[in-house]
């Protein structure tokens, strides 16, 4: 049994809280009892109005991921950080130079955790894409798992941006976290299912691979916001999570995701993605995860 954690003697921060995620975890952060730095990138400062009874508890920031300054304001005094990373808004969209902006911005990020001397704890928000993505997944024995990484080259040989932009920017942070004496640990989500889902979406590209594979798996914000509290405050958390909480493993399950990015869709998959079968054995496992959310208190 983990020794009992006190939020409302803790300060964090949320970076980025003008994304789905951050601005879900500023809530329930606060609904906690945790006292909250929202660091924002963007614009967005009104979307935390009023979400805190007490103003004292919620503290608004701007700050930039490649303005280290920024970065170290919006961490002082606070005992742990929450990172995602929001892509800016004059680069939406994932190619093959976001890699060198998440890095930047990762590197940033650690670097400033090291110089601040309350932080005890980083939550670092990846994906399951720096996981998934080997040439060897197909004939693998064991499930995938957090222990598993997507190979660079791999995804740089099928344009699979995403994937090698959030493994790279991951194993910046953790290079960075060993040698700075950070207390990291990462949460490799799967595909948020949040209200903004679209076929736009970069985690998407391969899906049909992923499907075939075993290891297409998805989260709901909920679940996503209860994992992270739960690594940040357990002391027994370590290294990598993977988080999911449903896999696409049935031709109605990607019927039922097809009809919701694009309706036009709605009517069928192409037969290259069932092959027939009603059911995928899934390949890719989130046991350490559940294993440490059976206590977790929401």
């Known amino acids: 049994m983990a020794p009992s954690f006190e939020p409302s003697t803790q300060t964090v921060c949320v970076m980025d809280a003008s994304g789905q995620l951050g601005f879900s975890l500023v809530q329930t952060l606060l609904q906690r009892g945790y006292t909250v730095h929202a660091s924002l990138q963007n614009p967005g400062e009104e979307l935390l109005n009023g979400i805190s009874a007490d103003p004292n508890k919620l503290k608004i920031f701007r700050s930039d991921p490649f303005d280290y300054h920024s970065i170290i304001e919006a961490l002082r005094g606070c005992s742990g950080l929450f990172y995602s990373f929001e892509p800016p808004l004059d680069q939406p969209d994932y190619d093959e130079h976001m890699a060198d902006v998440e890095v930047r911005a990762a590197h940033n990020v650690l670097e400033a955790c090291a110089q601040a001397e309350t932080i005890d704890k980083v939550v670092f928000t990846s994906s399951a894409t720096a996981v998934i993505w080997r040439e060897?997944?197909?004939?693998?024995?064991?499930?995938?798992?957090?222990?598993?990484?997507?190979?660079?080259?791999?995804?740089?040989?099928?344009?699979?941006?995403?994937?090698?932009?959030?493994?790279?920017?991951?194993?910046?942070?953790?290079?960075?976290?060993?040698?700075?004496?950070?207390?990291?640990?990462?949460?490799?989500?799967?595909?948020?299912?949040?209200?903004?889902?679209?076929?736009?979406?970069?985690?998407?590209?391969?899906?049909?691979?992923?499907?075939?594979?075993?290891?297409?798996?998805?989260?709901?914000?909920?679940?996503?916001?209860d994992a992270h509290i739960c690594v940040y405050e357990d002391v027994s958390s370590y290294g990598?999570?993977?988080?999911?909480?449903h896999i696409i493993n049935t031709h109605d399950?990607?019927?039922?995701?097809?009809?919701?990015?694009?309706?036009?869709?709605?009517?069928?998959?192409?037969?290259?993605?069932?092959?027939g079968k009603?059911?995928?054995?899934?390949r890719i496992s989130n046991k350490k995860l559940n294993k440490l959310m059976v206590d977790f208190q929401t």
């Open 253 to 275: 399950d990607a019927v039922q995701l097809a009809r919701q990015l694009t309706p036009t869709a709605s009517s069928s998959l192409p037969q290259s993605v069932d092959h």
């Open 136 to 225: 060897d997944r197909k004939t693998m024995d064991l499930d995938l798992d957090e222990r598993h990484w997507s190979d660079v080259n791999f995804c740089r040989k099928f344009k699979l941006w995403h994937g090698m932009s959030k493994t790279l920017a991951e194993k910046t942070a953790w290079a960075l976290a060993m040698d700075r004496g950070v207390n990291m640990v990462s949460i490799n989500k799967g595909l948020l299912m949040g209200h903004d889902l679209s076929i736009k979406n970069p985690y998407l590209r391969g899906a049909a691979e992923m499907y075939e594979d075993g290891v297409f798996v998805t989260v709901d914000l909920g679940f996503l916001v």
């Open 240 to 245: 990598r999570y993977l988080c999911f909480n």
């Open 278 to 282: 009603s059911f995928i054995e899934q």
